[in-house]
Structure formats: C-alpha cells, structure tokens
C-alpha cells in the first residue's frame, strides 16, 4: 500500500507536464490506486493494526518483538491478525480460536458478524459456529452436501434426511426380497415366465438405497508400566525462564494419580514450565526431582522443525 501511495504521489508530479491523453491515462490510474487505498484503510491502518493487535491481546506482547522469540499460540495470533488486516476477498479460517482466550473469541465473533466479503470456517467450537455462519456444507462417505443456516439447524435437517433415508431404504428392501421370491418360485412355471422376467428387469434397472456404515469408534489399549512412586515430580525453590526469570521460586508437588491444568494467557510460560520440570531447558535456579519407574509422554504444542512423520507413525512413537 506504501508503494501504491508511492506511485500516486508520481502521477501527481507527472499530471504538471502531461498532455491531455497522456493526462487522461494518468487519471485513470490515480483513480484506481485511490479507490484501492481507501478499500484497504490505508488512512487509517495504525489505528486498526493497533485495534486488531489490542482485540487479539498483541499489545500486550509489544510489536516491536521479533516474531521467532514469540510463542507457538502468539504466533497463530500474529497470522491471524495479518490475515484480517488485508480483509481478503475471502477468509479461510481453520480453527481459529484454538489459542484465543474468550475476550479474544468474543471479539473475533464481532469482528466476522460485521465481516462484508465471504469466510470459510472450520471449528469444533459450535456456540461460536452458531453465532457467526449462515450456511454448513457436511461432508461424508466422499460427498459434500450444502445446507443453509446455522449448525443447529443443519443438525435438525440432517437427522430428518437420514431418518428419512432409513425408511426408504427399508420399504426398497423389503420390495426387492418380494421381487426375488416372486422372481425364484415363478420364473421356471411357462404360466408365468413372463411375469417373472418383468419382475427380473424391475430389480436390474432398480437404483439401489446404500446406507452409510457406521463409522468404527476407536478404542486404544495401552500396556501397563510399572506403578510410579507416589511423588512423581517434585520442586524446590524452581525459578524458570530464559534470560529473565519467569516466575518466583516454585515448591510443587505432583502425586500419582493427580490430573492438573496449567491455565494462562499465551507466552506466560507455561510450556517453558513443562520443558523445565523434563529437563528439556535448564531451569534458572532451584531442583526438580522426578520419581523412580516414569514413562512420560510428552505431546508438544509445535511439531519439531523437518519432522515428515505421518500422523499413524506419531501415535505408534
């Protein structure tokens, strides 16, 4: 847009000079770039950097941060940002409030209400979906089916479609088991040969109802370990962080058994908090002792950089 501003200003110096066809083509292009500076809210795009940024929580991070020292979530945040400050003609959206905080959804879910071009929106969020989208397309067994209106209702539709599939597929069953009967007990009698082949050629030419199979539910069964000391991580006065500290001493003390959240706004420090208790990063100050026979899994936030393993390979590891 600064280059398009750039290139304005020189058809302002060359319009002094111009002749009138020259002038003319001159015009017509100011106009254009004029148009598109005004769509994209060149005039005032610091104050709406700095309302995307404030609304996703950016502000908070400082923009002057280089964006590899920032945070697998902060950075999700910084794309989606940059994608709604250039107000595409068309937004595709995959998940986009996986690391939102809910001031943050509330803001996005305004900011797509009023939104004038067409998104696409992939989330598992459905209070969200419902609030923001006006038609669903439902893909299954590799078709894609377009419904209008919000999810609640596709899911309205699509139970009365597939309850009304069900039942025809049950009349058409019980029609071709008449059909084959009539077909087996009749078509060797000369009586009523005809009236078999007729029946015969019905069957053949009929379009078949195929219901979709239920899809497997999985089912995982893991091997047990040993059974793991009763303290499974404990802390002394643990300082974590990198080259600033990021929190005050921790004492914390995990028992066997215990399911724990960490909660918090993005780049506060949580994963560094997991890295330091596995070793992965050296704490500032303080110890961590784990407990004897651990099997730790650990499920990161980021894949690792050049990882090419299939989705099948990472659960088998």
């Given at each position: 847009l600064l280059q398009k501003e750039q290139r304005m200003n020189e058809i302002c110096d060359l319009l002094g000079s111009a002749d009138e066809e020259e002038m003319n083509v001159l015009m017509e292009e100011?106009?254009?770039?004029?148009?598109?500076?005004?769509?994209?809210?060149?005039?005032?795009?610091?104050?709406?950097?700095?309302?995307?940024?404030r609304a996703l929580g950016l502000l908070d991070i400082g923009l002057e941060k280089d964006v590899t020292d920032l945070s697998g979530g902060q950075r999700t945040k910084v794309l989606l940002a940059k994608l709604l400050l250039e107000k595409p003609d068309i937004l595709l959206l995959d998940e986009p409030t996986n690391y939102l905080d809910e001031e943050h959804i509330a803001w996005l879910k305004r900011y797509l209400i009023d939104y004038e071009n067409a998104f696409i929106l992939i989330s598992?969020?459905?209070?969200?979906?419902?609030?923001?989208?006006?038609?669903?397309?439902?893909?299954?067994?590799?078709?894609?089916?377009?419904?209008?209106?919000?999810?609640?209702?596709?899911?309205?539709?699509?139970?009365?479609?597939?309850?009304?599939?069900?039942?025809?597929?049950?009349?058409?069953?019980?029609?071709?088991?008449?059909?084959?009967?009539?077909?087996?007990?009749?078509?060797?009698?000369?009586?009523?040969?005809?009236?078999?082949?007729?029946?015969?050629?019905?069957?053949?030419?009929?379009?078949?109802?195929?219901?979709?199979?239920?899809?497997?539910?999985?089912?995982?069964?893991?091997?047990?370990?040993?059974t793991p000391s009763r303290f499974v991580v404990e802390t002394e006065d643990l300082v974590i962080g990198y080259d600033e500290p990021l929190s005050k001493p921790l004492n914390l003390r995990v028992e066997?058994?215990?399911?724990?959240?960490?909660?918090?706004?993005?780049?506060?420090?949580?994963t560094t908090l997991l890295k330091s208790i596995l070793g992965l990063i050296p704490a500032l100050s303080g110890k961590v002792q784990l407990g004897d026979y651990l099997e730790i899994g650990y499920f990161e936030q980021e894949m690792p950089k050049g990882n090419k393993n299939p989705c099948i390979q990472e659960i088998w590891d």
């Open positions: 100011l106009g254009t770039i004029q148009d598109e500076l005004t769509l994209h809210d060149f005039y005032v795009i610091d104050a709406k950097v700095e309302e995307v940024a598992h969020d459905i209070p969200f979906l419902n609030e923001v989208i006006n038609i669903i397309y439902h893909m299954e067994n590799q078709e894609l089916n377009r419904y209008v209106g919000d999810y609640d209702h596709f899911q309205e539709v699509y139970a009365v479609k597939k309850a009304q599939l069900e039942a025809a597929y049950k009349r058409q069953q019980q029609e071709i088991s008449e059909l084959k009967d009539f077909v087996a007990r009749n078509k060797a009698r000369v009586s009523t040969r005809n009236m078999a082949m007729s029946r015969q050629k019905k069957l053949d030419k009929m379009d078949v109802i195929e219901l979709a199979a239920e899809k497997p539910k999985p089912e995982f069964h893991f091997k047990t370990a040993r066997r058994g215990d399911k724990i959240v960490l909660t918090g706004s993005n780049g506060i420090g949580k």
